[in-house]
T-cell receptor, first 112, second 118 residues
Framework: KNQVEQSPQSLIILEGKNCTLQ??????????LRWYKQDTGRGPVSLTIMTFSENTKSNGRYTATLDADTKQSSLHITASQLSDSASYICVVSGDGYSTLTFGKGTMLLVSP | GAGVSQSPSNKVTEKGKDVELRCDPISGHTALYWYRQRLGQGLEFLIY????????KSGLPSDRFSAERTGESVSTLTIQRTQQEDSAVYLC????????????????FGPGTRLTVL
């Protein structure tokens, strides 16, 4: 069964600090992996997308890594800001729309 | 439009009633998707439209759920005889091209409709 597990479930950090969110998946075959940011009451917004051959992708203060061998990805947030408070969702695509598998997300709270 | 819009933003209904949820995709986007997000759970894929046809309905959880799209724009998701387990946020997304698993085309999400079945 295709699964995407994210950790931690929730995280509180001080403004200005860095943090790393984890995503482990068992989706097979693997096509690509995306990280989304979902603010409360809003729809998810794409941060990065990586295919099998990509190890690292950056988008401003967000850097995602992918290890397709161990089926793990991480999202690193640098110099956190209050506006980074949101749920971060890892999504893995297989070979069809019905194989889009979403993690439950990590709820990040950046505290002043 | 500027983004994907959904209406209503909130819907409270009684068990057994029918509900209709509406999605207005970004103008010109041919692909449209519906997802369900239950409390504390990840998003679940429900159905995908390419134009007015639905090549993939595999995520619809039961025959009480149906969706249609007209004029390659607005889509409605209908839930008949609602049950309490249908309570969730229903998200709609659109993309300019079909987002096949191997392609990079981004899906843009609406704010969702929060459905509560009493």
């Amino acid at each position: 069964k295709n699964q995407v597990e994210q950790s931690p479930q929730s995280l509180i950090i001080l403004e200005g600090k860095n943090c790393t969110l984890q995503c482990n998946y068992t989706v097979s075959p693997f096509s690509n992996l995306r990280w989304y940011k979902q603010d409360t009451g809003r729809g998810p917004v794409s941060l990065t997308i990586m295919t099998f051959s990509e190890n690292t992708k950056s988008n401003g203060r967000y850097t995602a890594t992918l290890d397709a061998d161990t089926k793990q990805s991480s999202l690193h947030i640098t110099a956190s800001q209050l506006s980074d408070s949101a749920s971060y969702i890892c999504v893995v695509s297989g070979d069809g729309y019905s194989t889009l598998t979403f993690g439950k997300g990590t709820m990040l709270l950046v505290s002043p | 439009g500027a983004g994907v819009s959904q209406s209503p933003s909130n819907k409270v209904t009684e068990k057994g009633k029918d509900v209709e949820l509406r999605c207005d995709p970004i103008s010109g986007h041919t692909a449209l998707y519906w997802y369900r997000q239950r409390l504390g759970q990840g998003l679940e894929f429900l159905i995908y439209f390419q134009g007015n046809s639905a090549p993939d309905k595999s995520g619809l959880p039961s025959d009480r759920f149906s969706a249609e799209r007209t004029g390659e724009s607005v889509s409605t998701l209908t839930i008949q005889r609602t049950q309490q387990e249908d309570s969730a946020v229903y998200l709609c997304a659109s993309s300019s091209q079909p987002t096949l698993a191997g392609e990079r085309n981004e899906q843009f999400f609406g704010p969702g409709t929060r459905l509560t079945v009493l």
